[in-house]
């Protein structure tokens, strides 16, 4: 079997996820795993599928069939899944929305070489007071040998500055 990494975008409409798993299923693939979203009346995503070696250029030239039709998908080889070698923690942020937040936030945790794994944002209006709210969450590596109190120690600093909420806990 070989294992593919898709990126997907294009415009939102219904239908179009089951055009993509159509055509992984009718060259013998198996869907693994996704995230996908909506963004701003687009679509966007990401897979892992594995497909038979002998299908691999019909699944190929069936998925880039699809960009006639606005589909833009972008393949790569994709190794199966690494074992984490480190702690799993959860980070969430609520705070008034301003420009830099996850630069500032994300600078902390690369400093302490920590791997954003899966990242989500948006803004909400705030519920009393009018504004923007931006609130994110992430699931996080921390690599053998850092210590997750030191990491939030430092993401304690910036929240101050930042005028955020943030909570960084192990995953059970």
């Known amino acids: 079997m070989e294992t593919l990494v898709m ?10 996820v089951e055009r993509i ?14 995230r996908m979203c909506h963004l701003g009346g687009r679509f966007a995503g990401i897979a ?28 790569e080889s994709g190794a199966g899944p690494v074992a984490p070698a480190g702690m799993v ?22 400093a302490h070489g ?8 948006e803004c909400v209006s705030a519920p009393m007071g009018g504004g923007e709210l931006f609130q994110a969450r992430a699931r996080v590596l921390v690599p053998v040998g850092v210590k997750i109190e030191a990491v939030r120690a430092d993401l304690e ?16």
């Open 7 to 16: 990126t997907i975008m294009a415009e939102d409409r219904p239908g179009l």
């Open 21 to 34: 798993t159509s055509c992984v299923a009718d060259h013998g693939g198996n869907w693994l795993e996704s």
């Open 48 to 75: 892992r599928v594995e497909v038979p070696a002998e299908k691999l250029n019909g699944l190929t030239h069936s998925l880039h069939g699809l960009e006639s039709d606005g589909v833009r998908i972008i393949l």
């Open 89 to 110: 923690a959860s980070l969430e942020l609520v705070g008034n929305d301003r420009p830099g937040i996850l630069r500032t936030v994300t600078g902390v945790l690369a």
């Open 114 to 121: 920590v791997n954003v794994e899966e990242l989500s944002s």
């Open 157 to 172: 600093k910036i929240a101050t500055d930042l005028m955020v909420d943030l909570q960084l806990r192990p995953v059970a």
